[in-house]
């Protein structure tokens, strides 16, 4: 019964995921491509922001910004844990639950939710990042800024295709 409400929704939501064969379909299958090739290029951004980390390498920030304070200063870091390796599996973790939908796969309708609520707190998150480097440490990182909107790009996409499922 729960798997029909869920195909009517979809078809009211313009591909959004469902209980179905096949969860991604017509523009929802675009969407999640698009999640898909977002969360790639998040997976670059906090690749290369977590090497510089990791490396103490100088960042190339284009002249744009101050990238160097930013991901080595005291809010680079949360109990040792540098914050673009975090961003680099929250990425690693959207991609492969946009596979999972995109295929098919068994748990997508799960996948699509995890996609959500990962995207939505990446979001926060970033919001927040953003914050300190605006009003605390009172520099700008290009990478970082460009990171948050393919989060937040990711958030928005992902919201059109768990309407139903929520």
Request: charged share 10%; hydrophobic share 50%; proline share 4%.
């Given at each position: 019964?729960?798997?029909?409400?869920?195909?009517?929704?979809?078809?009211?939501?313009?591909?959004?995921?469902?209980a179905g064969t096949s969860p991604a379909t017509g523009r929802g299958r675009v969407a999640w491509g698009a999640i898909l090739?977002?969360?790639?290029?998040?997976?670059?951004?906090?690749?290369?922001?977590?090497?510089?980390?990791?490396?103490?390498?100088?960042?190339?920030?284009?002249?744009l910004g101050d990238c160097e304070r930013v991901n080595t200063g005291p809010y680079s870091q949360i109990v040792g844990i540098?914050?673009?390796?975090?961003?680099?599996?929250?990425?690693?973790?959207?991609?492969?639950?946009?596979?999972?939908?995109?295929?098919?796969?068994?748990?997508?309708?799960?996948?699509?939710?995890?996609?959500?609520?990962?995207?939505?707190?990446?979001?926060?998150?970033?919001?927040?990042?953003?914050?300190?480097?605006?009003?605390?440490?009172?520099?700008?990182?290009?990478?970082?800024?460009?990171?948050?909107?393919?989060?937040?790009?990711?958030?928005?996409?992902?919201?059109?295709?768990?309407?139903?499922?929520?």
């Amino acid at each position: 019964m729960a798997c029909n409400r869920i195909q009517e929704v979809n078809s009211d939501t313009m591909g959004a995921v469902d209980a179905g064969t096949s969860p991604a379909t017509g523009r929802g299958r675009v969407a999640w491509g698009a999640i898909l090739i977002l969360s790639t290029l998040g997976i670059l951004i906090a690749g290369y922001l977590t090497y510089i980390h990791i490396t103490n390498t100088t960042p190339y920030c284009g002249g744009l910004g101050d990238c160097e304070r930013v991901n080595t200063g005291p809010y680079s870091q949360i109990v040792g844990i540098p914050v673009a390796l975090l961003g680099l599996l929250a990425y690693i973790a959207l991609a492969v639950a946009a596979i999972v939908v995109l295929r098919g796969i068994p748990g997508a309708e799960t996948a699509a939710l995890a996609t959500f609520g990962l995207a939505f707190m990446g979001v926060l998150f970033s919001a927040y990042l953003t914050y300190l480097e605006l009003f605390v440490i009172r520099a700008i990182c290009p990478w970082c800024i460009a990171s948050a909107i393919v989060m937040t790009l990711i958030f928005l996409l992902s919201i059109g295709q768990v309407r139903g499922l929520i």
